[in-house]
Nanobody, 119 residues
Framework: QVQLVESGGGLVQAGGSLRLSCAAS????????CGWFRQAPGKEREFVAA????????RYADSVKGRFTISRDNAKNTVYLQMNSLKPEDTAVYYC????????????WGQGTQVTVSS
């Protein structure tokens, strides 16, 4: 089972940017289909973005399309989430997850990193 560790969260003003990282260990490829999810206080965890093992295919939630970009560096076993034009409603704990496919239930989760966007 792969282990995932997120980093890069923090406090940023609305309109600002952050880049999250997810470092994978415990498997050669690291994360297979890697996804980012988020959970705001009092809300359910929701899908944000995902990327295929090769990096050639990506998926995004409508709420982040055009603002967030997911990418990966397989040589470093790391997945990134570049977040631009951040909004207060993006405030949440962001989790990295490993899945067998785009429609598969995640099988491993990171511990999460807090992103807070002030207005």
């Amino acid at each position: 089972q792969v282990q995932l560790v997120e980093s890069g969260g923090g406090l940023v003003q609305a309109g600002g940017s952050l880049r999250l990282s997810c470092a994978a260990s415990g498997r050669t490829l690291g994360c297979y289909v890697c996804g980012w999810f988020r959970q705001a206080p009092g809300k359910e965890r929701e899908f944000v973005a995902a990327i295929s093992s090769s990096g050639g295919s990506t998926r995004y939630a409508d709420s982040v399309k055009g603002r967030f970009t997911i990418s990966r560096d397989n040589a470093k076993n790391t997945v990134y989430l570049q977040m631009n034009s951040l909004k207060p409603e993006d405030t949440a704990v962001y989790y990295c997850a490993d899945s067998g496919g785009f429609t598969s239930t995640p099988r491993s989760w990171g511990q999460g990193t807090q992103v807070t966007v002030s207005s």
